[in-house]
């Protein structure tokens, strides 16, 4: 069935720095999601992308739709310390229900002030 | 206020005990869902709805029961708690694919 791979699984970094994350899928997907949970909340949609290479900024977050469909990548600039969270990305399940989305595992992000 | 509410918020159950977790959306969503989320499992979805009256098992439905009588609400039931059923559980609701939004938790202990 449909898997999306994220890496890294975490990362710890010093406030000020980029981050790069990536998601990748052996099947094609025709959109992706991003979303971003902080401690004790739920997952919230940051960026949506919905065509091959597409790319699109949510202030200091930058997503891409890979131009193979399979991957996509959010990298974020200068990260402060409200940045701390999982990062999930998401695509249609192509294999079940209409409406239903498949996760990857999350990238954890930790930032040291 | 708009939005999907889920409660309690915390839970602490015995083992053997039937609970059940309440979630609330008011935007007449069509589709609604149930996850738990645990270290290293990410989300897995438990059981989901396309509309009121019909439901459908996710990855992992079992010791789980839902029903979705009306639209704006589809409570899931713990028939018989289990420690393995210790988790945080979130409902979410949406129109399509193009995106969820969940509710803010609940997070279950089962003892």
């Known amino acids: 069935g449909q898997q999306l791979n994220q890496s890294p699984q975490s990362m710890f970094i010093q406030e000020g720095e980029d981050v790069s994350m990536n998601c990748t899928s052996s099947s094609i997907f025709n959109t992706w999601l991003w979303y971003k949970q902080d401690p004790g909340e739920g997952p919230v949609l940051l960026i949506a992308l919905y065509k091959a290479g597409e790319l699109t900024s949510n202030g200091r977050l930058t997503a891409q739709f890979g131009i193979t469909r399979k991957d996509s990548f959010l990298n974020i600039s200068a990260s402060i310390p409200s940045d701390v969270g999982i990062y999930f990305c998401a695509g249609p399940d192509y294999g079940g229900s209409q409406g239903n989305l498949i996760f990857g595992k999350g990238t954890k992000l930790s930032v040291k002030p | 206020d708009a939005g999907i509410t889920q409660s309690p918020r915390y839970k602490i159950t015995e083992t053997g005990r039937q609970v059940t977790l309440m979630c609330h959306q008011t935007w007449s969503h069509s589709y609604m869902f149930w996850y738990r989320q645990d270290l290293g499992h990410g989300l897995r979805l438990i059981y989901y709805?396309?509309?009121?009256?019909?439901?459908d098992k996710g990855e992992v439905p079992d010791g789980y029961v839902v029903s979705r009588s009306k639209t704006e609400n589809f409570p899931l039931t713990l028939e018989s708690a289990t420690r393995s059923q210790t988790s945080v559980y979130f409902c979410?609701?949406?129109?399509?694919?193009?995106?969820?939004?969940f509710g803010s938790g609940t997070r279950l202990t089962v003892v």
């Open positions: 709805s396309a509309a009121a009256d019909i439901t």
């Open positions: 979410a609701s949406s129109e399509s694919s193009r995106g969820y939004t």
